[in-house]
């Protein structure tokens, strides 16, 4: 890429183009133009045109492009309409991938096939599978196929089988005849290899981009596979014999059915210079730029026309065979669906419980189908309500009722109090007033703008659809509903609750008997607070790093103190990597920073009268007596106080879990406010953002409640 | 600092060994409290191989101080630092000097609806920060504030609720002849305010402006949220943007550059900690 910006910035004088390479680029772009902030011009994935033109985050291209060579005509179809959405012209195409059958040479020779005859239809493709599949000593040395290798095309299976995913208008159409016979053949597999062969096998092969992906490691003969892969085995197995064909069909004879993906040349909308942004765009769509830029990636052309040049100079050996496949009328890209984020999660969660044989294909095609179909529903319902600018000023009004509401109360009670002193103006009652408001000012305004304000457009959002860029939609109770439907949802609001139960409680008690030790040690006590206090003033993210690294399965040093310890019975432990243990891991972390509620007890247990402990003695009271009946009681305001305070921060956690797991093992970490941050400003789904919130506030408000009632009857009070 | 109010007394009478059991235990507790840090330090002086081994030593073979020095060069430490400092210090000169003022007017001050808006001030205590996020956002949206530090310091200069409640129970313990005693002399509620509320009031003041001190250079959140640019990132959003970067490979680095984060709050922390402690003893006695 930079060597044709380089060409561009040559080509003329009056533009410059900074090119940035950056990592997840399509999540910074949307979050920059929804900040007002937008690169110029931008490489996002193909699905991402739809999100962010659904959202108003894209400048629309056809004025630019009359009169340019960005023109339907010049490129192939399916990569052209990649960045259409609903006839308007978002996206042009830069570099293409397409995706067919890669298979093991040797292996074939190996297995007594034909090393140069790839299968050609689904049954010739079982029975080589079959042939390649070599055990040893009962257990699975080399596979001939696995459907679930790659993972990231579940949903691609049926179209193999002439299945469809969308009708393109208003029907889901998983749950089809075609991709019931699709999900069976994907099960035989897992039943043919048993599901326990198949997570060992799974468990030892190693990422695309490491000689231990099984194709490249030889141990998988057959993989779906995208024009890259060439790129990967010359990087970590150049030995590798391979062929790569289109992937074979159900019925011979089909135009054979390829998938295909491309990177977008996108201009964000609010960028500076959209103009010149589109003549860098037009530089790059000419035929001579277009292929280089293809040939120094080693990925196929978007364009119709293909310059012979381009075969000659092209360093893929099966190019012909890509570019060819490109252009099939079995070619398919993903729907252009403004749920397709959702729609592809699904189909992978539906995969999982089909390859592990929880349930039929049947029965999880009908259930993904239903859920699908009614979030698509609900999507074509929210995309027909009208926008409403009364929308934006509605918080505003809100506010201002609010505003009339106290000052008409201070006004009541004013007028009370004069009738208490007589009729009288009390003396100094309006300098009072002015000189109260005039102190309580800076917090009016802030109570205002940065705390009223929000909280009552939140509210109102909640109840819309809103991405800031575009002006809210009223859909009712639609983000509410559509949460409470949603899995991630719970899962996200369980995790949290878990934290919270745990983390607190272990954290409180921790912090009671520390403090109970300190109060009780006279000399060097100053010194362990400091030490104890020490961790709660490590910035989160520095102690998040440190645990990461405490935590490490293969070096960590926590298993080693724990091996060492037990003489070597404690195995182990995946700490962050396993699902089950993730949660328990950050939990741990979290009561290891509890020096704040130690410092704050222990100055509330050296206030506890040393004449009760002294009356107690004489009466005999054991230790235990002691602590349970006169200094926890003693104590318990702080503590109560302290439960309060940390029930709301703790049901807000986010950055351990943000910097340690991102959420995963398979969101087994994912937080609600993780949740709640993606939706807002990974999707920019602003109402649902609002509404998850809200929902977070009930529940405070709710387990305040609680607390205080609790606190009413079990805290001790002195003297107050 | 002294046992004498200790439910321990008496058991140390009859047993004077059990102070010794008590002081081990506080001991190991400080160790496996320190030990992470300490951790960190250690690995931040290896070289990379001695930190992929297995087992692990406990202190490095070579201490390798070039960590510290690749470390700064590969992320602009001191532009994060400066930044970092600009949040820290203008968040907490506001937030402390606000609230207190807004403290004032809940405590000496008596006015219509005084009342009301201190139980409303609690009431959003409750309010979680993800109620404000996305509004917000569309408030500094629309100032332009995206990009740049004043999202991250400017609103704490409007105070800040659970500020304001601490201050105010501290300023209760006041005893109201002070200032009463000031006005018969005619002095106004701001002379009052600067010459006995801020005097007597100063470790409280301090406990104060060194929570949110704190809490700003821990911040995460608020950073990654309004902050695009690399050259305007904190300390905390470039450690963890670093750590995304170079992924859990070289450990060594990241723990260099975790200890380069954690050392200024440290020793800052030194040298308020007695103010600091003091402030926080004397304001936990809550009776709200």
Same mark, same amino acid.
């Given at each position: 890429?930079?060597?044709?910006?380089?060409?561009?910035?040559?080509?003329?004088?009056?533009?410059?183009?900074?090119?940035?390479?950056?990592?997840?680029?399509?999540?910074?772009?949307?979050?920059?133009?929804?900040?007002?902030?937008?690169?110029?011009?931008?490489?996002?994935?193909?699905?991402?045109?739809?999100?962010?033109?659904?959202?108003?985050?894209?400048?629309?291209?056809?004025?630019?492009?009359?009169?340019?060579?960005?023109?339907?005509?010049?490129?192939?179809?399916?990569?052209?309409?990649?960045?259409?959405?609903?006839?308007?012209?978002?996206?042009?195409?830069?570099?293409?991938?397409?995706?067919?059958?890669?298979?093991?040479?040797?292996?074939?020779?190996?297995?007594?096939?034909?090393?140069?005859?790839?299968?050609?239809?689904?049954?010739?493709?079982?029975?080589?599978?079959?042939?390649?599949?070599?055990?040893?000593?009962?257990?699975?040395?080399?596979?001939?196929?696995?459907?679930?290798?790659?993972?990231?095309?579940?949903?691609?299976?049926?179209?193999? +089988?002439?299945?469809?995913?969308?009708?393109?208008?208003?029907?889901?159409?998983?749950?089809?005849?075609?991709?019931?016979?699709?999900?069976?053949?994907?099960?035989?597999?897992?039943?043919?290899?048993?599901?326990?062969?198949?997570?060992?096998?799974?468990?030892?092969?190693?990422?695309?981009?490491?000689?231990?992906?099984?194709?490249?490691?030889?141990?998988?003969?057959?993989?779906?596979?995208?024009?890259?892969?060439?790129?990967?085995?010359?990087?970590?197995?150049?030995?590798?014999?391979?062929?790569?064909?289109?992937?074979?069909?159900?019925?011979?004879?089909?135009?054979?059915?390829?998938?295909?993906?491309?990177?977008?040349?996108?201009?964000? !909308?609010?960028?500076?210079?959209?103009?010149?942004?589109?003549?860098?765009?037009?530089?790059?769509?000419?035929?001579?730029?277009?292929?280089?830029?293809?040939?120094?990636?080693?990925?196929?052309?978007?364009? !119709?026309?293909?310059?012979?040049?381009?075969?000659?100079?092209?360093?893929?050996?099966?190019? !012909?065979?890509?570019?060819?496949?490109?252009?099939?009328?079995?070619?398919?890209?993903?729907?252009?669906?403004?749920?397709?984020?959702?729609?592809?999660?699904?189909?992978?969660?539906?995969?999982?419980?089909?390859?592990?044989?929880?349930?039929?294909?049947?029965?999880?095609?009908?259930?993904?189908?239903?859920?699908?179909?009614?979030?698509?529903?609900?999507?074509?319902?929210?995309?027909?309500?009208?926008?409403?600018?009364?929308?934006?000023?509605?918080?505003?009004?809100?506010?201002?009722?609010? @505003?009339?509401?106290?000052?008409? +109360?201070?006004?009541?009670?004013?007028?009370?109090?004069?009738?208490?002193?007589?009729?009288?103006?009390?003396?100094?009652?309006?300098?009072?007033?002015?000189?109260?408001?005039?102190?309580?000012?800076?917090?009016?305004?802030?109570?205002? @703008?940065?705390?009223?304000?929000?909280?009552?457009?939140?509210?109102?959002?909640?109840?819309?659809?809103?991405?800031?860029?575009?002006?809210?939609?009223?859909?009712?109770?639609?983000?509410?509903?559509?949460?409470?439907?949603?899995?991630?949802?719970?899962?996200?609001?369980?995790?949290?609750?878990?934290?919270?139960?745990?983390?607190?409680?272990?954290?409180?008690?921790?912090?009671?008997?520390?403090?109970?030790?300190?109060?009780?040690?006279?000399?060097?006590?100053?010194?362990?607070?400091?030490?104890?206090?020490? $961790?709660?003033?490590?910035?989160?993210?520095?102690?998040?790093?440190?645990?990461?690294?405490?935590?490490?399965?293969?070096?960590?040093?926590?298993?080693?103190?724990?091996?060492?310890?037990?003489?070597?019975?404690?195995? $182990?432990?995946?700490?962050?990597?396993?699902?089950?243990?993730?949660?328990?891991?950050?939990?741990?972390?979290?009561?290891?920073? @509890?020096?704040?509620?130690?410092?704050?007890?222990?100055?509330?247990?050296?206030?506890?009268?040393?004449?009760?402990?002294?009356?107690?003695?004489?009466?005999?009271?054991?230790?235990?007596?002691?602590?349970?009946?006169?200094?926890?009681?003693? @104590?318990?305001?702080?503590?109560?106080?302290?439960?309060?305070?940390?029930?709301?921060?703790?049901?807000?956690?986010?950055?351990?879990?943000?910097?340690?797991?991102?959420?995963? $093992?398979?969101?087994?970490?994912?937080?609600?406010?993780?949740?709640?941050?993606?939706?807002?400003?990974?999707?920019?789904?602003?109402?649902?953002?609002?509404?998850?919130?809200?929902?977070?506030?009930?529940?405070?408000?709710?387990?305040?409640?609680?607390?205080?009632?609790?606190?009413?009857?079990?805290?001790?009070?002195?003297?107050? | 600092?002294?046992?004498?109010?200790?439910?321990?007394?008496?058991?140390?009478?009859?047993?004077?060994?059990?102070?010794?059991?008590?002081?081990?235990? *506080?001991?190991?507790?400080?160790?496996?409290?320190?030990?992470?840090?300490?951790?960190?330090?250690?690995?931040?002086?290896?070289?990379?191989?001695?930190?992929?081994?297995?087992?692990?030593?406990?202190?490095?073979?070579?201490?390798?101080?070039?960590?510290?020095?690749?470390?700064?060069?590969?992320?602009?430490?001191?532009?994060?630092?400066?930044?970092?400092?600009?949040?820290?210090?203008?968040?907490?000169?506001?937030?402390?000097?606000?609230?207190?003022?807004?403290?004032?007017?809940?405590?000496?001050?008596?006015?219509?609806?005084?009342?009301?808006?201190?139980? *409303?001030?609690?009431?959003?205590?409750?309010?979680?920060?993800?109620?404000?996020?996305?509004? *917000?956002?569309?408030?500094?949206?629309?100032?332009?504030?995206?990009?740049?530090?004043?999202?991250?310091?400017?609103?704490?200069?409007?105070?800040?609720?659970?500020?304001?409640? *601490?201050?105010?129970?501290?300023?209760?313990?006041?005893?109201?002849?002070?200032?009463?005693?000031?006005?018969?002399?005619?002095?106004?509620?701001?002379?009052?305010?600067?010459?006995?509320?801020?005097?007597?009031?100063?470790?409280?003041?301090?406990?104060?402006?060194?929570?949110?001190?704190?809490?700003?250079?821990?911040?995460?959140?608020?950073?990654?949220?309004?902050?695009?640019?690399?050259?305007?990132?904190?300390?905390?959003?470039?450690?963890?943007?670093?750590?995304?970067?170079?992924?859990?490979?070289?450990?060594?680095?990241?723990?260099?550059?975790?200890?380069?984060?954690?050392?200024?709050?440290?020793?800052?922390?030194?040298?308020?900690?007695?103010?600091?402690?003091?402030?926080?003893?004397?304001?936990?006695?809550?009776?709200?």
């Amino acid at each position: 890429m930079q060597s044709i910006v380089d060409a561009f910035n040559r080509s003329q004088d009056r533009i410059f183009v900074d090119y940035v390479s950056v990592s997840s680029i399509g999540q910074k772009t949307l979050i920059a133009t929804a900040g007002g902030n937008p690169p110029d011009l931008a490489g996002v994935a193909a699905n991402d045109v739809i999100d962010f033109a659904d959202r108003e985050a894209l400048t629309p291209l056809d004025a630019f492009a009359r009169g340019t060579p960005v023109r339907a005509d010049r490129y192939l179809p399916i990569y052209w309409d990649m960045g259409v959405y609903r006839g308007v012209l978002y996206g042009v195409p830069s570099v293409p991938v397409v995706t067919g059958l890669h298979w093991n040479k040797r292996l074939f020779r190996e297995a007594g096939l034909d090393p140069e005859r790839p299968p050609r239809t689904i049954a010739e493709l079982d029975a080589f599978a079959e042939r390649l599949t070599v055990v040893e000593n009962g257990a699975v040395q080399k596979v001939g196929f696995l459907p679930s290798e790659p993972s990231y095309f579940p949903f691609f299976w049926g179209y193999f +089988f002439g299945a469809e995913l969308w009708d393109g208008d208003a029907r889901i159409l998983l749950d089809s005849p075609e991709n019931r016979r699709a999900f069976r053949w994907v099960q035989s597999y897992a039943k043919r290899h048993g599901v326990a062969t198949l997570q060992r096998l799974s468990s030892s092969f190693g990422n695309l981009a490491s000689s231990e992906d099984p194709f490249m490691a030889g141990k998988l003969a057959m993989t779906f596979q995208g024009i890259w892969l060439a790129n990967y085995i010359e990087r970590f197995s150049p030995g590798l014999e391979w062929g790569a064909a289109p992937f074979p069909s159900e019925r011979a004879g089909d135009p054979p059915v390829a998938y295909l993906d491309s990177d977008m040349l996108v201009i964000p !909308r609010g960028a500076r210079h959209p103009r010149e942004a589109f003549e860098f765009i037009a530089f790059l769509s000419q035929q001579a730029m277009t292929e280089r830029l293809a040939l120094g990636q080693r990925k196929n052309s978007p364009l !119709r026309t293909v310059s012979d040049s381009f075969f000659r100079e092209h360093r893929h050996p099966y190019i !012909r065979m890509f570019q060819e496949l490109a252009q099939s009328p079995g070619a398919r890209a993903q729907p252009k669906l403004s749920v397709w984020k959702e729609y592809r999660d699904e189909t992978r969660a539906m995969f999982q419980r089909i390859w592990l044989m929880q349930t039929t294909p049947e029965v999880a095609l009908a259930e993904a189908q239903e859920r699908l179909q009614n979030s698509w529903d609900r999507e074509r319902r929210r995309l027909a309500a009208p926008p409403s600018q009364a929308l934006k000023l509605a918080p505003v009004g809100l506010v201002s009722l609010l @505003v009339l509401g106290v000052a008409g +109360f201070a006004a009541v009670e004013r007028r009370r109090a004069r009738r208490l002193a007589g009729g009288r103006r009390p003396a100094r009652a309006n300098a009072s007033l002015g000189r109260g408001l005039a102190f309580f000012s800076p917090w009016a305004l802030g109570l205002l @703008v940065f705390t009223a304000y929000p909280v009552m457009a939140s509210l109102v959002y909640s109840f819309c659809e809103y991405s800031v860029l575009t002006t809210p939609r009223f859909i009712g109770l639609g983000n509410y509903a559509e949460l409470l439907a949603d899995g991630v949802f719970w899962r996200a609001l369980t995790n949290t609750l878990v934290y919270v139960a745990f983390s607190l409680p272990l954290g409180l008690i921790l912090a009671f008997f520390v403090a109970v030790m300190l109060d009780a040690a006279a000399r060097g006590a100053s010194i362990y607070r400091t030490l104890v206090f020490l $961790p709660a003033l490590t910035p989160v993210v520095a102690s998040a790093m440190a645990w990461l690294w405490i935590f490490n399965a293969e070096y960590g040093v926590l298993n080693h103190i724990l091996g060492t310890l037990s003489f070597g019975l404690i195995e $182990p432990v995946p700490w962050l990597v396993d699902p089950r243990t993730a949660l328990p891991s950050i939990i741990l972390m979290s009561v290891w920073s @509890v020096g704040h509620a130690v410092v704050v007890l222990l100055a509330a247990m050296q206030d506890v009268p040393r004449a009760l402990y002294e009356a107690a003695d004489i009466d005999g009271a054991s230790l235990w007596h002691k602590l349970r009946h006169i200094t926890l009681p003693l @104590v318990s305001p702080v503590v109560y106080f302290n439960a309060i305070i940390g029930v709301i921060g703790a049901l807000q956690v986010f950055t351990q879990p943000f910097v340690m797991t991102n959420g995963g $093992p398979a969101r087994a970490t994912l937080t609600y406010t993780m949740r709640l941050y993606d939706s807002a400003f990974k999707f920019l789904r602003m109402g649902e953002a609002s509404a998850m919130a809200w929902i977070l506030f009930l529940i405070i408000l709710g387990l305040t409640l609680v607390l205080v009632r609790i606190g009413r009857s079990r805290v001790h009070y002195t003297g107050a | 600092m002294s046992a004498a109010g200790s439910p321990f007394s008496s058991t140390f009478r009859r047993h004077p060994r059990a102070r010794v059991l008590v002081h081990l235990a *506080l001991i190991t507790a400080c160790l496996i409290f320190v030990f992470p840090m300490l951790w960190m330090v250690s690995t931040s002086l290896k070289p990379i191989h001695e930190t992929m081994r297995s087992p692990p030593a406990w202190l490095p073979e070579t201490f390798e101080w070039r960590n510290y020095l690749e470390t700064v060069r590969y992320i602009p430490f001191w532009e994060y630092t400066k930044n970092t400092l600009v949040i820290c210090t203008l968040s907490s000169i506001g937030t402390t000097f606000s609230s207190a003022l807004v403290a004032y007017s809940f405590t000496r001050l008596e006015w219509p609806g005084r009342d009301l808006l201190f139980a *409303l001030t609690l009431a959003t205590m409750m309010v979680p920060f993800p109620v404000l996020m996305v509004p *917000l956002y569309g408030v500094f949206r629309e100032l332009g504030w995206i990009g740049t530090l004043y999202p991250l310091w400017v609103p704490s200069f409007f105070g800040g609720a659970f500020n304001i409640f *601490l201050l105010r129970q501290f300023f209760l313990r006041i005893p109201k002849a002070l200032p009463e005693a000031m006005m018969l002399d005619g002095a106004s509620e701001l002379t009052i305010f600067f010459r006995t509320y801020v005097p007597l009031s100063k470790s409280s003041l301090a406990v104060v402006a060194f929570f949110q001190f704190v809490y700003s250079w821990n911040d995460l959140l608020g950073p990654l949220l309004y902050l695009t640019d690399q050259n305007t990132f904190t300390l905390s959003l470039g450690l963890q943007f670093y750590e995304s970067q170079i992924g859990g490979t070289q450990w060594h680095y990241l723990m260099a550059a975790s200890v380069l984060t954690t050392l200024p709050v440290v020793v800052l922390f030194f040298f308020v900690q007695r103010a600091f402690l003091r402030g926080l003893g004397s304001m936990q006695n809550v009776d709200a």
